[in-house]
């Protein structure tokens, strides 16, 4: 069974600086696709980022990106540049790329941005 | 833009009544999803469609139902309230195949089951 495991409930930053949020995943499977999503107070989920397994290259958008350690099952989200409106629950996600493509989420980590 | 829409923000129910949670999206997506987001649990899938008429259970079915009729349609039917599906629902959809893997959530759905 596929899993993920989001190992920090909270977290805080002050304004302006750096954070990484810790993503591990399990599965047997060589292809899949893993994602970070946001999830403001109240509003809808978007896509941070997401990042194709067989792609060495870490991700980036913007000011964010990702650590893709693919061996130890690891896919951390640093977010420079912290602003008040990162202030939102992040959900890792992984989505295997055979047979049905349902998504796996992560417990969630509450990031609170300070001003 | 991609819209998920579902049916309601919230919603009060009693115990025992049959409940409906309506999703729709505008994007001719394949893939539906409802998901269940309680707080320390994250999203835990309760059902998912790949194609009209077509379902399959996710981790958590039991006490729920699905029914999708038309593509761009997915409802979540709970046959009988109960207190401890007092949650946050959400719908999300994707596709099609492998290259577009987005999933695009509705704002959710507050039920609370009194």
């Known amino acids: 069974a596929q899993t993920v495991t989001q190992s920090q409930p909270e977290m805080s930053v002050q304004e302006a600086e750096t954070v990484t949020l810790s993503c591990t995943y399990d599965?047997?499977?060589?292809?899949?696709?893993l994602f970070w999503y946001k999830q403001p107070p109240s509003r809808q989920m978007i896509l941070v980022i997401r990042q194709e397994a067989y792609k060495q290259q870490n991700a980036t958008e913007n000011r964010f990106s990702v650590n893709f350690q693919k061996a130890a099952k690891s896919f951390s989200l640093k977010i420079s540049d912290s602003q008040l409106g990162d202030t939102a629950m992040y959900f890792c996600?992984?989505?295997?790329?055979?047979?049905?493509?349902?998504?796996?989420f992560g417990t969630g980590t509450r990031l609170k941005v300070l001003a | 833009d991609v819209k998920v829409t579902q049916s309601s923000r919230y919603l009060v129910k009693r115990t025992g009544e049959k409940v409906f949670l309506e999703c729709v999206q505008d994007?001719?997506?394949?893939?539906m999803f409802w998901y269940r987001q309680d707080p320390g649990l994250g999203l835990r899938l309760i059902y998912f469609?790949?194609?009209?008429?077509?379902?399959e259970k996710g981790d958590i079915p039991e006490g729920y139902s699905v029914s999708r009729e038309k593509k761009e349609r997915f409802s979540l039917i709970l046959e009988s309230a109960s207190t401890n599906q007092t949650s946050m629902y959400l719908c999300?959809?994707?596709?099609?195949?492998?290259?577009?893997?987005?999933?695009?959530f509705g704002q959710g759905t507050r039920l609370t089951v009194v």
């Open positions: 999300a959809s994707s596709g099609p195949g492998r290259g577009n893997t987005e999933a695009f």
């Open positions: 994007m001719d997506h394949e893939n």
């Open positions: 469609s790949y194609d009209v008429k077509m379902k």
């Open positions: 996600a992984f989505m295997i790329t055979s047979g049905t493509y349902k998504y796996i």
């Open positions: 599965t047997s499977e060589s292809n899949y696709y």
